[in-house]
């Protein structure tokens, strides 16, 4: 797959009102100065992991789609599902300001880019398999093991709060009604890698196509827990020094397997 100059310019755009959004938000003191100071923090440091990170991830993954990179597909597939992740906390879970209407255009465009790149798999059948299923089969019992795992952590910080009618103490210092991450995890992201994670051990074409996107992802976002955790830190909120080692571990752990998937890939024209 070559991406088009509607999809390139798009992309662009994502990347630049994500920059614009992240550069206010750091630079603007009343961009959240309505959140609790947990969140506050939280909120600036994604934007400095956005705009640090994410942003310069999804422009070079573009350019690359852009100039017939195949596998580049992935990296940019992995990048919106990542943005589709973050903004949704953006739209729902930040008080209401100037912003607002950017964060929703980031939203939609993530959404609607990405469900282009499942229409040219479902068009085209890009994927024919894995060259190693041993790889494909590790990557799919690692999928299955880190959402069993979040499963379980989520759920010891649930269940008790059901069981005592008590709130979350995590949840009472960033002064939300829900934990965000709770909502998208539980109920999209955690079922996606048990699901992915079975279509690899069966060497399914969906799972061939989308374990890449997932481990994009994963690589993503365990780097985004550790640097928002570090920011908290600098900012003098306590946060775990063992979590923030886990997700360092997570994301090489992460980038190995994104590496090896990428190489074994076979493309039907291979």
Known sequence: ????KTVLAL??????????????????????????PNWQAQ??????????????????????????RKRAIYLWGGSLSFLLYTFTIYCFDIH??????????VLGLSFYLFMYFLYEHIKHHIINGFADMREARATGYYFITIATVFYLIWLSQI?????TAQLNPDLVNAGLLTNPVHVIDLSVCLPAFFIVGILLIKRNELGFALAP??????????????GLMLYMHSKGIETSNALITVMIILSVISIVLLILTL???????D
Request: one cysteine or more; charged letters at 10%.
């Open 213 to 226: 996107v997932m481990l994009t992802f994963s690589v993503l976002m365990d780097l985004n827990i550790a």
């Open 159 to 163: 269940v008790p709060s059901i069981t």
């Open 96 to 105: 209401f300001s100037s912003l607002f209407v950017i964060y929703c255009m």
């Open 11 to 36: 992309s662009i755009l994502v990347a630049i009102l994500v920059a614009f959004v992240s550069i206010v938000g750091i630079t603007n003191p009343a961009t959240y100065a309505q959140e609790t």
């Open 263 to 269: 190489k074994n890939l076979k493309f039907e024209k």
């Open 43 to 68: 909120s600036i440091g994604q934007d400095y992991v956005d705009l640090l990170l994410v942003v310069p991830f999804l422009l070079i993954s573009t350019i690359l789609l852009y100039i017939g």
């Open 1 to 4: 797959m070559k991406a088009n």
